[in-house]
């Protein structure tokens, strides 16, 4: 049972633009959500979060919108740059402590 | 400065031998965990510790072992190993339990044949 979803494998956008990366969740338990950022060969490294408790929240040119009705919340990067290509995971956690990852999105910008 | 690090970066072995994964991290962090991502890309945790003690464990086979000889180390120990095992697996850590954060190590592919 899939909890965390990310239905787009990979996203190409042109440099300048907005990526936008997609997430649903099934689990209405779950109160904190996260972006992790990869390139091959690494370990995910931690982008940006957001509570349950709010919308939205921005970090420079990254921005995470959070639908709670909806079950649904999206990674916003403007200006997309090349050195954002990577793979995007979205997690999700509730009082268990516990991350529960997504596929992840393999982003491409293009020069 | 490498924050949180695993050693071996790949291990090829063969079925039914037993190998060891370690991870190390020099952030002072309380929790650290261990994450199995198979060839769907799946990121699974495996376990978490917070300060040496056990305080997840899913369902995850008891040829697998946790050991954590002090709150920076966190060893993974398989046993009798199997085809299905071969997969990335990850170490990270995190300030305390609480803290939703985490640093992952670079990840350790290993390759059952």
């Known amino acids: 049972d899939q909890q965390v979803k990310q239905n787009s494998p990979s996203l190409s956008v042109q440099e300048g633009r907005i990526s936008i990366l997609n997430c649903d969740y099934t689990n209405s338990m779950f109160d904190y959500f996260l972006w992790y950022k990869k390139y091959p060969a690494e370990g995910p490294t931690f982008l940006i979060s957001?509570?349950?408790?709010?919308d939205k929240n921005e970090d420079g040119r990254f921005t995470v919108f959070l639908n709670k009705s909806a079950k649904h919340l999206s990674l916003h990067i403007v200006p997309s740059q090349p050195g954002d290509s990577a793979v995007y995971f979205c997690a999700a956690s509730g009082r268990t402590y516990k991350y529960i990852f997504g596929t992840g999105t393999r982003l491409k910008v293009l020069a | 400065d490498t924050a949180v690090s695993q050693t071996p970066k790949y291990l090829v072995t063969q079925m039914g031998n037993d190998k060891s994964i370690k991870c190390e991290q020099n952030l002072g962090h309380d929790t650290m965990y261990w994450y199995k991502q198979d060839s769907k890309k799946f990121l699974k945790i495996m376990f978490s510790?917070?300060?040496?003690?056990?305080?997840i464990n899913e369902t995850v086979p008891n040829r697998f072992s946790p050991k954590s000889p002090d709150k920076a180390h966190l060893n993974l120990h398989i046993n009798s190993l199997e085809l299905g095992d071969s997969a990335v697996y990850f170490c990270?850590?995190?300030?305390?339990?609480?803290?939703?954060?985490?640093?992952f190590g670079p990840g350790t592919r290993l390759t059952v044949t």
């Open positions: 990270a850590s995190s300030p305390t339990v609480v803290t939703y954060e985490q640093y």
């Open positions: 957001i509570s349950s408790i709010k």
């Open positions: 510790y917070n300060n040496k003690e056990l305080i």
